[in-house]
């Protein structure tokens, strides 16, 4: 509410059934209004329900007919939309002399804002901006809807992460709103085809979320000019200057803003790169040793070329001491998955040297290494009694049998675990820690499934550092994964 400008004289009081309070913004289609429904018609009656944002159009805009019946369907599009990371269309009115479109209202301050306050973004931070406004585009483009002026001001990052406002509507105004041959948009995030003046359709987004995204990372336009032409000419002609933007996202980001739009990856191929798997399920990310010696990397000839290992038999009573304590401190090992697995796998791990001497198999070292470094370091987590999977994660998911990618939420913190997904997270499911499971992973009984076509089953997890986890969910009754993915911290 405190976002909210006090309401101009020329204000009115009231838009249908809605009560205004105060200005939240205004622009080419008109002004946006935050308003209280209400039951009564006298200014000061009570409130039915939460705040909503009201974006007051100029009547102009719908003189014509034909734009008028387009922008009812649009509207209706738009209603279709998966809610998560939007901000949804709830009502609307183009019939009266003053047309309006009312919307969830989202308090927070927009991206925009929030960089030209606070800097720009980076690490898991900026993942989160990325992958959570692809997400919402990726819903977008599933209902048939193109939102077309994508950019900073159109991103709130609400206590909830960020969500996506105005989409859709742009596209209606297209055919009612263009300045020469150049459609309705904000020339410094229109896509190449935009500012053409030739039909926009998802790819353009791409190109808006790329500029987006770059601006979030570096704090400034892509490309950045003295003057409005000098940027559009940059934009059709000249390379992006992406700073320090650097990794995959980099990558992702120079291809969406690729010239021609059939050479920009959609939203869900987006999505399934930020997760690192290129749309394709997730992997179980656990080492897996060669079934048989044909499958094994090539021996090296020599003990010349292989590197000095040094022999860490003699800091095993260490360790064994080490999670003996930590054991009598805390009862049990039964729910410290990794401590449990460099319990069992001590004695096997100190004969690891003595191995590796005899047969030089230099691709066991890497993986004994990388188990012990993971191991240990869960263990001391275990130890200091911190959890480091408590909090709120959210990702995507990849069907891969049914070719379909798909938001999740994992909320492991008190009052219950949880995990909800689905199209419109519409699927809610209670978690329960099981002793049970793969090593390096902490395993949870999926029950208590609420949702049309919503399954009980087990999730697993594996942490990826502080701020990433794999995971993926089996369903009851089957034994491979039926959907996997890669989800961030989001508080």
């Known amino acids: 509410m405190s976002r909210a400008a006090p309401l101009q004289p020329e204000d009115p009081p009231r838009v249908g059934a809605y ?39 100029h009547a102009r805009l ?11 369907g ?26 309006y479109i009312v919307s969830e209202y989202v308090d927070g301050v927009s991206l925009q804002e929030h960089i030209a306050a606070e800097g720009p973004r980076a690490d898991g931070s900026l993942d989160r901006i990325a992958v959570g406004t692809a ?50 948009g904000t020339p410094a995030y ?8 030739e039909s926009a359709g998802p790819p353009a987004d791409m190109f808006s979320w790329a500029l987006t995204v770059a601006f979030a990372a570096t704090g400034r336009h892509a490309f950045s000019a003295d003057s409005y032409h000098a940027v559009l000419a940059r934009i059709l002609y000249g390379t992006p200057d992406l700073g320090p933007l650097a990794g995959p996202l980099r990558e992702i980001v120079i291809d969406c803003l690729a010239a021609e739009p059939q050479d920009r990856p959609g939203a869900e191929e987006v999505l399934g790169r930020l997760y690192g798997h290129g749309g394709r399920a997730v992997s179980r990310p656990v080492p897996v040793l060669a079934a048989s010696t044909a499958e094994m990397p090539a021996v090296p000839a020599s003990t010349a070329e292989m590197p000095a290992v040094r022999d860490s038999t003699a800091e095993m009573p260490a360790i064994q001491e080490a999670v003996t304590r930590a054991t009598a401190e805390r009862g049990s090992t039964a729910e410290m998955p990794a401590l449990r697995f460099l319990v069992a796998e001590l004695p096997a791990l100190a004969s690891v040297p003595r191995i590796l001497r005899r047969r030089r198999w230099r691709w066991v070292l890497a993986v004994t290494a990388a188990a012990v470094v993971v191991a240990v370091a869960a263990f001391l987590l275990a130890a200091s009694g911190a959890s480091p999977l408590t909090g709120t994660w959210k990702g995507v998911a990849d069907h891969a049998s049914a070719g379909r990618v798909f938001p999740v939420e994992i909320r492991l913190a008190d009052g219950g ?32 499934v609420t949702g049309q076509e919503c399954y009980p089953g087990t999730l697993v997890l594996f942490p990826q550092g502080e701020d990433r986890v794999a995971f993926e969910v089996i369903r009851s009754g089957e034994k491979e994964a039926r959907y996997s993915g890669r989800a961030v911290r989001s508080d």
């Open 19 to 57: 009560r205004l309070v105060g200005r939240l913004g205004a622009g080419g289609q008109g002004v946006v209004f935050l308003a209280e429904p209400a039951q009564s018609a006298e200014p000061g009656g009570p409130a039915t329900g939460p705040p909503v944002a009201i974006k007051l159009l």
């Open 62 to 72: 719908l003189n014509d007919e034909k734009v008028r019946r387009r922008f009812m």
């Open 74 to 99: 649009e509207i209706e599009a738009v209603r279709r939309v998966a809610p998560f990371c939007t901000a949804q269309v709830l009502d609307a009115d183009l019939d009266g002399d003053r047309p």
């Open 135 to 184: 997400t919402a585009l990726a819903a977008i483009h599933r209902a048939g809807v193109v939102h077309r002026d994508f950019k900073p001001g159109n991103v709130l990052l609400g206590m909830e992460g960020p969500r996506v406002i105005d989409f859709g509507i742009s596209r209606m105004m297209d055919a009612a709103v263009t300045t020469g041959k150049i459609p309705f």
């Open 190 to 197: 229109m896509s190449p085809e935009q500012i053409k003046g």
């Open 417 to 448: 675990p949880v995990l909800r997904w689905g199209a419109d997270l519409h699927c809610a499911g209670r978690l329960t820690v099981k002793e049970e499971g793969p090593p390096l992973a902490t395993t949870y009984r999926l029950d208590r």
